[in-house]
């Protein structure tokens, strides 16, 4: 199945829901936001939506941290 992650056409084979997908991607649940065909899904629909061929899979990773140096300039313009 062809589908579009991220704007890059890829082929999965194996890969029928977005679970499978992330897991495919090395990618877990509980650190992704996902949207297909511009649609935000619920993570409690990630291993029962079925992904189609040409769906647009749109993955956002969320990254936490900061350096105190940027936290303490943030807090200056605050």
């Known amino acids: 199945m062809r589908i579009i992650v991220n704007g890059e056409e890829q082929e999965h084979n194996d890969t029928h829901t977005v679970t499978t997908l992330l897991h495919a991607l090395n990618l877990h649940n509980e650190q992704v936001a996902v949207e297909v065909n511009l649609k935000i ?7 029962t939506w079925n992904l189609q061929e040409g769906d647009k899979v749109e993955i956002l990773s969320f990254i936490g941290g900061g350096s105190p140096q940027t936290r303490h300039i943030r807090d200056k313009l605050i």
């Open 41 to 47: 899904l619920d993570r409690s629909n990630f291993p």
